[in-house]
């Protein structure tokens, strides 16, 4: 089945409003600096190439064909859409957004909306297939997804947002549903975004489809828990991680780029779980911790740096700690690296001077596919992305299910369920790439991608 247009292979680019005539109505962080974008020019192509090799590499491993690596490789469903915007001032803008479904085989689509000014065709569809894997790796039943527009947020008032997210929605309406494909928050986006998604679509249908999006407002049909069940999925496998390296969690040092939806409470449950996290960094700086008494390196103050962050827009200038040159923090002698900001943070520019002893991905592709071999060649562990951030969309799938059953299940059910679902794909992975010899990254994939395929064979090919 065709999409009602097909995306094109050329990126669009960022669409942002005009820095010279655009009249921002919201509060806008009090820090001057440019618009972030990913580290490199051609990051979505890089992340989408690193994907299929990825994918190339588990084909090979299983001995499957080249027809199921192409089946595979391809995106099932592609949407590209313009999104004409009312501005503030009368003005009238158009941006572009996309929606991409990798794969459906398992079960309806499922995936985050970012708004990044570095949104574009190619990284939409990376994303999307490493969401296939992730579902298949915690074996949830979906399918993957992911939604993006070209567009920077801290430039648009609420009201221009909400104007966005609803023609955008008004655009996509014919392949997203409960039973089709399932919206999330990623960058840019949050609750209030899924809410306006979800009166849009309900709207359309002539009743409320709380199943149609997922981190929504709890008042809406939200689940206990979904905030931060990405942070805590990380931190869990973190904690496995380290104590399969011989690294007691209980003071091992950490350092976390990114404080963001996932690297903020990421960096409060390292803390709470009694480890060290000496440096944290956002898209304007980086801070470290400094000396103890004893010479040693001691923690930052989390919650005193998360009150500076809502008081100001960022890590910068936090009076708990010293500066830091962000991309420095990458490179710091720690036990543990959390990325958790965007792709390709990690790459062969850098690789080499990596020295924490495990890196555990928060965010989706920080690591490029030439730094994860120089990576492994130094012996360093990394807990690839589909394992160690899939605690977004366990928790998105209880709140889905919560949504189909009309009853909400407790906090504590919440959190027990997904901490038991991230122990036990951390343990899967771990033995399965033991026995075979695999980086965790190959073994997590081999196992997603023998998962998805088996779906596809019991099902057929139609006609």
Not at 231 to 247: N, P, Q
Request: aromatic share 4%.
């Amino acid at each position: 089945m065709s999409a009602a247009r097909t995306a094109t292979d050329s990126a669009v680019g960022a669409m942002g409003a005009d820095p010279a005539r655009a009249r921002v109505t919201t509060e806008p962080a009090p820090v001057t600096a440019p618009i972030p974008t990913i580290a490199h020019a051609h990051a979505g192509a890089s992340a989408l190439a690193d994907a299929r090799a990825q994918l190339a590499d588990a084909v090979g491993e299983l001995g499957y064909d080249e027809g199921t690596y192409a089946m595979l490789a391809a995106a099932r469903r592609e949407l590209a859409v313009s999104i004409p915007l009312r501005r503030d001032d009368g003005s009238t803008q158009v941006l572009t957004g996309y929606r991409v479904q990798h794969n459906i085989s398992r079960g309806p689509a499922k995936g985050g909306l970012r708004y990044a000014p570095s949104v574009n065709i190619d990284e939409v569809r990376a994303l999307a297939m490493w969401m296939t894997w992730k579902c298949a790796l915690l074996d949830v039943p979906y399918g993957g997804a992911k939604g993006g527009i070209a567009i920077d947020p801290r430039r648009y008032s609420t009201l221009e947002l909400e104007r966005v997210t609803r023609r955008f929605t008004s655009e996509i309406l014919p392949i997203i549903g409960p039973h089709q494909d399932i919206p999330a928050p990623d960058l840019g986006t949050d609750e209030q975004t899924m809410a306006w998604i979800l009166d849009t679509y309900s709207v359309t249908q002539g009743h409320t489809v709380p199943g149609v999006v997922t981190g929504k407002p709890l008042s809406l049909g939200g689940s206990l828990g979904r905030a931060s069940a990405t942070s805590r999925g990380v931190v869990h496998v973190a904690k496995a991680a380290l104590e399969s390296e011989g690294i007691d969690p209980r003071g091992a040092t950490a350092a976390v780029q990114g404080f963001g939806k996932v690297g903020r409470d990421a960096a409060r449950f390292l803390e709470q779980e009694g480890a060290r996290v000496v440096a944290v960094s956002d898209q304007y700086g980086a801070v470290q911790a400094g000396l103890d008494g004893a010479g040693g390196t001691k923690g930052l103050d989390i919650e005193a740096l998360a009150a500076h962050v809502d008081a100001t827009g960022s890590v910068v200038g936090f009076a708990g700690g010293d500066a830091l040159p962000p991309a420095d923090l990458l490179t710091l002698e720690v036990d543990l690296l959390v990325p958790a900001a965007v792709e390709g943070v990690i790459h062969e520019d850098n690789a080499r001077d990596i020295r924490a002893r495990l890196i555990v991905e928060g965010a989706n592709g920080p690591t490029t596919r030439e730094a994860d071999r120089i990576l492994r060649e130094r012996g360093v562990v990394v807990v690839p992305d589909i394992l160690a951030n899939a605690g977004g969309v366990i928790v998105s799938y209880f709140e889905w299910v919560q949504a189909n059953q009309s009853y909400r299940w407790d906090v504590r059910d919440v959190e027990q369920r997904l901490a038991e679902r991230m122990i036990a794909a951390w343990h899967g992975v771990s033995r399965y790439a033991r026995d075979s010899g695999m980086t965790l990254r190959a073994a997590a994939t081999t196992l997603a991608v023998q998962r998805v395929t088996e779906a596809h064979r019991l099902r057929g090919l139609y006609p």
